[in-house]
T-cell receptor, first 116, second 113 residues
Framework: GAVVSQHPSWVICKSGTSVKIECRSLDFQATTMFWYRQFPKQSLMLMATSNEGSKATYEQGVEKDKFLINHASLTLSTLTVTSAHPEDSSFYIC????????????FGPGTRLTVL | GQQLNQSPQSMFIQEGEDVSMNCTSSSIFNTWLWYKQDPGEGPVLLIALYKAGELTSNGRLTAQFGITRKDSFLNISASIPSDVGIYFCAGQRFTGTASKLTFGTGTRLQVTL
């Protein structure tokens, strides 16, 4: 299957700081990228969808000014958690989908964010 | 957001046993996907189904796209310890770039020796 990477794999930050997470599709061009959040023992919850070169579409209840998404190229999307607080601590996972491949999404390994 | 119902929620089985799990929805999907997630990792695609009634295998895994397009099933034969993890189904109504996955609640599988 296609390879999607995330960086960093884990991050610990102080409350009030901003954290940037990168998501890269390594062997295909991702026309669409997705950002998910997952709490312990729960399923994945979609936060936003982004298409290359256009603004992200956020799911209901997700603050777009809090979670800034940039999809500047066909292989890179970034999620910035601004002014992070302890309640933002979670497992963030990106996925990518190419123009071909019948719409299948491939997921990154996830980023564990801990806000102190 | 909407989640698909997966059953069972969790299961403990012995190595060598077969496993069955299912996923149901109140609405129709055009694509069904099955993923496995290990602790601290992202989901890994196991099987993708694109047509109602389709039966697809990947090694010891077999999945079926329900004929009503509202459900899907995953079977694992002769389970081994590395099958431990959480299995998620996901449905998609492919409508171009706007399409997105709806995930199931997950089935946690634990295999004992």
């Amino acid at each position: 299957g296609a390879v999607v990477s995330q960086h960093p794999s884990w991050v610990i930050c102080k409350s009030g700081t901003s954290v940037k997470i990168e998501c890269r599709s390594l062997d295909f061009q991702a026309t669409t990228m997705f950002w998910y959040r997952q709490f312990p023992k729960q399923s994945l919850m979609l936060m936003a969808t982004s298409n290359e070169g256009s603004k992200a579409t956020y799911e209901q209840g997700v603050e777009k000014d809090k979670f800034l998404i940039n999809h500047a190229s066909l292989t890179l999307s970034t999620l910035t958690v601004t002014s992070a607080h302890p309640e933002d601590s979670s497992f963030y996972i990106c996925s990518a989908r190419g123009a071909s491949g019948r719409g299948v999404q491939f997921f990154g390994p996830g980023t564990r964010l801990t806000v102190l | 957001g909407q989640q698909l119902n997966q059953s069972p929620q969790s299961m403990f089985i012995q190595e060598g046993e077969d496993v069955s799990m299912n996923c149901t929805s109140s609405s129709i999907f055009n694509t069904w996907l099955w993923y496995k997630q290990d602790p601290g990792e992202g989901p890994v695609l196991l099987i993708a189904l694109y047509k109602a009634g389709e039966l697809t295998s990947n090694g010891r895994l077999t999945a079926q796209f329900g004929i009503t397009r509202k459900d899907s099933f995953l079977n694992i034969s002769a389970s081994i310890p590395s099958d431990v993890g959480i299995y998620f189904c996901a449905g998609q109504r492919f409508t171009g770039t706007a399409s997105k996955l709806t995930f199931g609640t997950g089935t946690r599988l634990q295999v004992t020796l």
